[in-house]
């Protein structure tokens, strides 16, 4: 069973930064993909970053490509995701996932994931 925990959530203001952390624990790190989504309040899950399990690759959505980065430390079995320039519509819950799909690939889509965390809060403020 693999088992993920986030953390680095909090308030912050607009413009300003926050990493978010993912632990992965209970089978080898380095075999599975990771990404990231969020979900705000009376909205749908959405795809926010993503990395493929050697990390050689990254993915980003749209509206957070430039200003987010993704990255992850086999080593240390976890997985950040650096948030700058954040802005209130960043607001929400965010969520890592964890991937063992079988290719050293990136995931976009949230029925690509096997094992999810509890989530983070992020707020900011305008």
């Known amino acids: 069973q693999v088992q993920l925990v986030e953390s680095g959530g909090g308030l912050v203001q607009a413009g300003g930064s926050l990493r978010l952390s993912c632990a992965v624990s209970g089978r080898t790190f380095s075999s599975y993909a990771v990404g990231w989504f969020r979900q705000a309040p009376g909205k749908e899950r959405e795809f926010v970053a993503a990395?493929?399990?050697?990390?050689?690759?990254?993915d980003y959505s749209g509206s957070v490509k430039g200003r987010f980065s993704i990255s992850r430390v086999n080593v240390k079995n976890t997985v950040y995701l650096q948030m700058n320039s954040l802005e209130p519509e960043d607001t929400a819950v965010y969520y890592c996932?964890?991937?063992?799909?079988?290719?050293?690939?990136?995931?976009?889509?949230?029925?690509?994931?096997?094992?999810w965390g509890q989530g983070t809060q992020v707020t900011v403020s305008s």
């Open positions: 996932a964890a991937s063992g799909g079988g290719y050293d690939y990136t995931y976009v889509g949230a029925n690509d994931y096997d094992y």
């Open positions: 990395i493929a399990r050697s990390g050689a690759y990254t």
